[in-house]
């Protein structure tokens, strides 16, 4: 029996009062009535008392799901339905399906709504999207490879992408199995191979983690759970009557958190995004997954190795992937670097062998999984691990070729490895499958087929297509995905709550719940102080803690001695803001150099290490503004979700000679955002650096439609370039006699914050020191020049707490200062601010959250 369009959707007609829809399935006598984000399940007779107000507005092969989307202050819900397909082929009973056309029909029916899914419909029809059917009504799990389809029912929700479509049909107890499709991503080739007169099925089926999923050049590496970009699982596989062999490899970007911005041809280059001491706890996290998961593990590093010339950031991120395996628990693991480009030079894929000779023994000892009937003859023990830079074009060559090396393992256990003619058949099919396989893969990632190597013409125009692809379309993309996957928990302020305080799997339940649950948090966590040093410092220019003029003074004095004689501050996480370490001339603003941001990182390091040790997490550039975060080793472990953003606000945001750049953290369960900013200078530029201040507050924005108002903490630090609105020389004349006070009453980042245009309820410490702008190089005079700019407090922290009730409570701690002063660092026109903070942050307790989490009787759905 052919599947055909089975399914109609019905729509009441358009008088009615309230919108709603019902989906009939043929042979089946009840139906769905969905109305007001509610769906029922109707007897066939409730279902003939009502039909008759509705009209047919279209049929299809099946559903996905309701797709819940925020659109303002709106929550949207869509009927997504499979209205075009083209069938693969059979295994077994199961027939397995390509969607091509997808229709979504918004439950609250406005015309505007159709373009609101747009994209994330053309994802859906973007031919990568697969489905199972059987007449029997018990299709194969595509989700499932053939060994883990003996040892579980259960679906695998690493590669169950419309998860999220099914929660509200189980939310009101609908059987899904009955109604809704599971899809999976990826590739799927099934061919079929004649040996004499049986007939047997040749396929290979990639899967595609939708964990950490993306376009090429916004997802790269790890995430804190030990998700990677790219995973992708691939098993060939060969049926034949009642007996299945099947063979399973993996591939995923290098689990260490690393970027790579794409902007032009050959110029994207490798950026860690964490310090490696950072990303220990969730590379341990990935390598567990998959151990637990597959078994042995073999990692095949095909990335370049020179440190020189075009390959250097491959090199640099291979030698850190060495670098943390073995010093990690699982130093065990045999490494294997092969570099691909350097080995198969010219297309000289003989030179695959030397790959051969070393992985060969692993091939041989973690076998194959054969099975006849319902015996399982013997099971697969682990699998290879391949990487390159992208996990595309080169990992494909070698996937392909250990997935040739293996068959024969298969035709063996199949007893065929003797017939020349069937051997032979299946190679070519092989062959020819691993290639469609490779540009299936490639094209979800990175928007094109795979570059073979085969013709040059075709490899350098698909390589400038996934160029444009990238600058042009990935965001958009990217946005669909995230739409897909997470529904209405993306860009909204419940769910970005949750996510700081829940388990993931919470994030999907229903708004009760889950406000409910949150309004309980209280019941669950408990508070630890955390200690933040915060700095900034406008260095005008230039690497000047190398300054032979000051060689005696330190940067210590500004960030760890900054109270003689009172004792070590013990600090437990460092924010250092920087403003102008590159000179702001054309060359530098249009193309900064990322130079000068690596030594200060490297001498901060250093600096901060002095009596306890720190390491890096992260920093962020935006040509003469940078941020550094540092923390302490043994909190590195609660530290996680980091995130960085950058505002251009020079020239009208078009160059970034001014701006802002930030680091969103969070840290046990609690968000910390640290923003470094360069305002717009000029005594009477107040309405330009109001302007500033309000952009990139307004522009900041971080994974999951997090954004700056949503942060538990938020800290400023930089050169805000705020003046006084006063004589200089009576000015000057008021600070020789120690009068700062008064001084401050002409400040105009006072007045403008008690106007409320900037910082509103944000909280400075007292200032208690002297104007931090503007001197003489190495001095402590007042600017002398020509221009013979007034004193001023340019240089500021201030900081927020956010209220999550409608009160605030009596026990709230916004923070406590514990110093705010300068440095007599003199090798700058400014002088460098730091800020001591203690600040409140909470910590979830695991099992105390489960007690008071309330569940529904009706909510029994949980993701593994």
Known sequence: MAMGKSFRVFERDNNASIYSVIIEQRNKDSCLLLESDVVVNLSLQEKETIKRQYSKVLDAYGSLGLLQMNIGNDTVTYLVMITGCISLGKISDTEVFRITQTSFLSLRKQPQDDEFVSEVKKLLNSGTFYFSWSPTGDPVDITLCAQR?????????????????????????????????????????????????RQGKAVIISRL??????????????????????????????????????????????????????????????????????????????????KERYGHQTIVNLLGTSQVGSKESEGLLSNLYVQALKTSEHNDIEHIIFDYHQECKGGNMKNLNKLKTKAEPYLKAYSIFFSKGDNVICEQQGTIRTNCLDCLDRTNCVQTYFGLQVLNRQLEMLELLEKQQSVARFEEVFKQMWVDNGNEVSKIYAGTGAIQGGSKFMDGARSAARTIQNNLLDTSKQEAIDILLLGKALNSYM?????????????????NILHETLERCGEF????????????????????????????????????????????????????????????????????????????????????????TYVLVTYVQLVGVCLFLFIRPELAPYLRDVATDSVKTGFGGATGNKGGVAIRCLLYNTSITFV????????????????????????????????????????????????VDMDKDALKDLLKENRIEDVLQNDQLRAQKELGNVFRNYIEGEITFFPTYKYDLFSDDFDTSDKCRAPAWTDRVLWKRRVHTEEIPDDWNTGNLIYYGRAELKQSDHRPVMAILDIEVIEADPERQLQCIVVSTKWEYRFS
């Open 149 to 197: 389809r003996v040892m579980t029912g259960t679906t695998d929700n690493r590669f169950f992408w419309n998860k999220t479509l099914h929660l509200p049909f189980i939310a009101y107890g609908i059987d899904c199995k009955e109604w809704l499709q599971k899809v999976m991503c990826g590739s799927v080739e099934i061919r079929t191979v004649y040996v004499g007169h």
């Open 209 to 290: 983690s939708c964990e950490r999923t993306g376009t090429r050049f916004h997802v790269r590496g790890v995430n804190d759970d030990g998700f990677v970009a790219n995973f992708v699982e691939t098993e060939q596989a060969i049926f034949m009557e009642d007996c299945v062999a099947s063979y399973v490899q993996t591939r995923g970007s290098v689990p260490l958190f690393w970027e790579q911005t794409g902007v032009q041809v050959g110029q994207h280059k490798v950026r860690m995004s964490r310090g490696v001491e950072s990303s220990a706890a969730a590379f341990n996290r990935h390598i567990v997954s998959i």
């Open 495 to 511: 769910a970005d709550r949750a996510r700081t305080l829940l388990d993931n799997s919470m994030v999907q339940v229903s708004s």
């Open 525 to 612: 966590v408990k508070k630890k102080t955390i200690r933040l040093g915060v700095g900034t410092y406008n260095v005008n220019g230039g690497k000047h803690f190398r300054s032979v003029v000051y060689k005696d003074v330190s940067l210590a004095d500004w960030l760890l001695d900054i109270q003689p004689g009172k004792g070590d501050l013990e600090v437990d996480l460092y924010a250092v803001g920087f403003e102008e370490i590159v000179d702001l001339n054309a060359s530098n603003i249009m193309a900064a150099s990322t130079e000068n941001a690596k030594l200060w990182a490297e001498e901060l390091q250093k600096v901060l290490s002095r009596d306890r």
């Open 676 to 723: 470094c900013a360069h305002f717009a200078a000029g005594q009477s530029q107040i309405n330009e650096r109001n302007s500033d201040y309000n952009e990139i507050s307004r522009k900041l924005n971080f994974p999951l439609g997090s954004n700056l108002k949503s942060q538990d903490y938020i800290i400023w630090c930089g050169d805000f370039n705020y003046r």
